[in-house]
Nanobody, 118 residues
Framework: QVQLVESGGGSVQAGGSLTLSCTAS????????MNWFRQAPGKEHDWVGQ???????RLTESVSGRFTISRDNAKNTLLLQMNGLKPEDTAMYYC????????????WGQGTQVTVSS
């Protein structure tokens, strides 16, 4: 039984930082394509970034230079270090995983809320 549990969300002022965590059970982060998505109220569900099963990391252009995506294999955890936060980063952030990158994802967490105030 695969379970993904997000944590680390909260409320910060613009320019602040947060680090999100996605801790997996029933699945090895090192053998999976691990992703962050986000969704703001009234907006579409957007892909943020991923670490593939071979360790390749990618971020969407809107967060590149501010966010860092990584995995901690010892803790079986996906991380998203978020610096220089902007109000437009406000969203529910979801962890999603599957064996391979590039398609829909079978496993999803319940999300963690990030709110950035001006």
């Amino acid at each position: 039984q695969v379970q993904l549990v997000e944590s680390g969300g909260g409320s910060v002022q613009a320019g602040g930082s947060l680090t999100l965590s996605c801790t997996a059970s029933g699945l090895l982060v090192s053998d999976s394509c691990m992703n962050w998505f986000r969704q703001a109220p009234g907006k579409e569900h957007d892909w943020v970034g991923q670490v593939s099963n071979n360790g390749e990391s990618r971020l969407t252009e809107s967060v590149s230079g501010r966010f860092t995506i990584s995995r901690d294999n010892a803790k079986n955890t996906l991380l998203l270090q978020m610096n220089g936060l902007k109000p437009e980063d406000t969203a529910m952030y979801y962890c999603a995983a599957d064996r391979w990158c590039g398609s829909t994802y079978s496993h999803w967490g319940q999300g963690t809320q990030v709110t950035v105030s001006s």
